[in-house]
């Protein structure tokens, strides 16, 4: 398993990461509420930390859905947030011009799940030196990952993260499949767990996705078993008044006890 290093940490070693933020960007006051207290957090729980959130959600159930503010001011606003409270930073593209800009912000290049096997986006990413984190599509199997990789490799990049999000079970449903943690470890590159996108329930509400938070916990929890070398998870401070993806993201009150307890199951399963 390789260790890919991030300013004074690495991910893949004996310490966990977790990625976490908003869904998207909606207003200053949210993204540094929450940037501040993960960090307090992460610090007190001694958790390595990478800040997420999107500058913008192309991939929306509707044209009046919210998507964010766009790439040049959310840009400006994960900058902002990076240097005030001195954090790495992840965030998604989702086309290969974007690429060189957002990695002038942005540690982690994110390249979204139904993106996962464009091969032009991929190599963008690569070609920008920044670690690439790659979520696996609904509609791939853990095997098909290894190809993937092999793309972002080819193109001169090894800073290599793959993320599970669950994979399309019949209509409106995700179901995981925790074979896919090791499965995808054997390829060398940390496996991520994204915990609150799995609980997603994709175009359930018609015009926008469902989800169910109750099983965020569970799955996180499982993930850690399994062998994951890191957490996903979407945070907001009022999830229910969130613009995109409230049903599954993880209150921010709760994200003290929840990763307290998915460290305690990491660092277990490595003892």
Known sequence: ?????????????????????????????????????????????????VFKS??????????????????????????????KYNIPIVTDIHSAEQAAPVSEVADILQ????LCRQTDL??????????????????????????????????????ILVTDRGVTFGYNNLVVDFRAIPIMSSFGCPVIFDATHSVQLPGANGCSSGGDRRFVPTLARAAMAAGANGLFFEIHPEPDKALCDGPNMLPLADAEKEFKMCKNIFTLVRN
């Open 111 to 114: 390249i979204p799940a139904f």
């Open 122 to 159: 991929l190599v963008a990413a690569a070609k920008t030196g920044k670690i690439v984190n790659i979520k696996k599509g609904q509609f791939l199997a853990p095997e098909q990952m290894k190809g993937l990789i092999k793309k972002v490799e080819d193109s001169g990049n090894p800073n």
């Open 1 to 49: 398993m390789r260790e890919i290093k991030l300013r004074d940490f690495t991910i893949g070693g004996n310490k966990l990461t977790i990625l976490a933020g908003p869904c998207v960007i909606e207003s200053m006051d949210i993204m540094e509420e929450t940037a501040k207290t993960l960090k307090e957090i992460t610090t007190k729980l001694d958790i390595n930390f």
């Open 54 to 83: 999107s500058f913008d959600k192309a991939n929306r159930s509707s044209l009046d859905n919210y998507r964010g503010p766009g790439l040049k001011k959310g840009l400006k606003i994960l900058a902002e947030i990076k240097e």
